[in-house]
């Protein structure tokens, strides 16, 4: 018997605990076999895949939880666009923004380019420091509130999160 590939859709049962030695990962899909060795070999590889997913998310996440939001703005940034004031705060502070709240300016770009208002800078929309303290703000919440076994969810079923995820190496 051919055993399917696995789809984005299959369910995917993570189970860990706080030892990284004791994680556990069942990559089978809900009443789904493996009969073959090629079978066998393909649900270790993917295993293996979501256990190392798993890691990193829990190392970023731990990362991103430590680093502190700055108390003191460096000035006004005017910019067009969400992911443009993303990118003007990350090399004013020197600091990533967590994948989360990347991902969350993508989405409010594009709710704003289905409007009218696709032409209007964001500055001219919303205040500029209104605009910077709302994305610290979000920012705040999911470095104190993401779940790293959500993260690892998305990263799997995203093979491009790494689009959204800032460097996280500190420049020296």
């Given at each position: 018997m051919?055993?399917?590939?696995?789809?984005?859709?299959?369910?995917?049962?993570?189970?860990?605990?706080?030892?990284?030695?004791?994680?556990?990962?069942?990559?089978?899909?809900?009443?789904?076999?493996?009969?073959?060795?090629?079978?066998?070999?393909?649900?270790?590889?993917?295993?293996?895949?979501?256990?190392?997913?798993?890691?990193?998310?829990?190392?970023?996440?731990?990362?991103?939880?430590?680093?502190?939001?700055?108390?003191?703005?460096?000035?006004?940034?005017?910019?067009?666009?969400?992911?443009?004031?993303?990118?003007?705060?990350?090399e004013?502070?020197?600091?990533?923004?967590?994948?989360?709240?990347?991902?969350?300016?993508?989405?409010?770009?594009?709710?704003?380019?289905?409007?009218?208002?696709?032409?209007?800078?964001?500055?001219?929309?919303?205040?500029?420091?209104?605009?910077?303290?709302?994305?610290w703000?979000?920012?705040?919440?999911?470095?104190?509130?993401?779940?790293?076994?959500?993260?690892s969810?998305?990263?799997?079923?995203?093979?491009?999160?790494?689009?959204?995820?800032?460097?996280?190496?500190?420049?020296?």
């Open positions: 051919t055993q399917r590939p696995l789809s984005v859709n299959d369910q995917v049962d993570l189970v860990s605990s706080d030892d990284d030695g004791d994680m556990e990962v069942d990559a089978v899909p809900s009443g789904q076999k493996i009969k073959s060795e090629a079978g066998t070999h393909q649900s270790a590889v993917t295993k293996a895949t979501q256990g190392s997913v798993l890691k990193k998310a829990k190392m970023y996440q731990e990362y991103m939880k430590n680093l502190p939001i700055p108390k003191e703005r460096g000035s006004v940034i005017l910019c067009n666009t969400w992911m443009g004031l993303a990118k003007s705060m990350k004013l502070y020197g600091q990533p923004l967590h994948y989360l709240t990347n991902v969350l300016l993508k989405q409010w770009d594009q709710a704003r380019f289905e409007t009218c208002d696709d032409n209007q800078s964001l500055d001219t929309v919303i205040h500029p420091l209104k605009a910077e303290s709302t994305v703000l979000v920012e705040d919440v999911h470095r104190r509130t993401a779940s790293y076994h959500h993260l969810k998305l990263w799997l079923r995203d093979p491009m999160y790494h689009a959204f995820v800032d460097p996280i190496f500190p420049k020296i």
